[in-house]
């Protein structure tokens, strides 16, 4: 067989399964689990432009009771997303709030959002805080300088002082029983 004929049953089958792919792609969206798909997205605080992103790759053959069934299902999984424990890890962990939430419950998902990000502003601080303090702690154990001494001690307890701050607004305000 020659090099042309190879290369026409090869480009022979590469056509053959790309039209099929396209096709399986299609028939992928007839067997989907429509609420599932949008009860995860809606539990992920995704916006409500995803269900673009899946008709697109339906090569924009979404059916309206597909439609329907995600827009339920994402629903569903906002009541899960859209609570003030999640809101508070979402901010905790520095994600961004997107304003999914219905605006019935919003309120108290901003809220504990911002008690999240707050909570994550605290804890950082904190690292920085106990970097300083190491680093004066060793500058301080090498010193021969009393007045240097003094001054380091004087800033290693104020620096104590606000990490111990810290650390008594995280437990009064951000401690895992809320």
């Known amino acids: 067989m020659g090099i042309g004929c190879q290369t026409l049953i090869f480009l022979t089958l590469a056509m053959a399964l790309s039209g099929c792919a396209?096709?399986?792609?299609?028939?992928?969206?007839?067997?989907?689990?429509?609420?599932?798909?949008?009860?995860?997205?809606?539990?992920?605080?995704?916006?409500?432009?995803?269900?673009?992103?899946?008709?697109?790759?339906?090569?924009k053959q979404i059916r309206s009771d597909w439609e329907t069934m995600y827009i339920n299902g994402r629903n569903a999984g906002l009541v899960e997303y859209c609570t003030?424990?999640?809101?508070?890890?979402?901010?905790?962990?520095g994600l961004a709030y997107m304003f999914v939430c219905p605006s019935t419950v919003e309120p108290q998902f901003l809220s504990g959002y911002r008690k999240g990000q707050r909570a994550r502003e605290l804890e950082?601080?904190?690292?920085?805080?106990?970097?300083?303090i190491d680093n004066i702690s060793e500058k301080l154990n090498t010193s021969s300088n009393d007045f240097e001494k003094t001054r380091m001690t004087t800033e290693l307890m104020q620096l104590q002082a606000r990490k111990s701050q810290n650390e008594t607004e995280l437990n009064r305000n951000f401690s895992k029983r809320q």
């Open 84 to 93: 003030a424990e999640n809101a508070f890890e979402l901010g905790k962990m």
């Open 124 to 132: 950082m601080e904190n690292k920085k805080l106990e970097g300083k």
């Open 22 to 59: 396209g096709r399986q792609t299609v028939a992928g969206c007839d067997q989907r689990d429509w609420f599932e798909l949008g009860r995860h997205d809606g539990a992920q605080g995704v916006t409500d432009d995803q269900l673009n992103k899946h008709s697109r790759d339906c090569r």
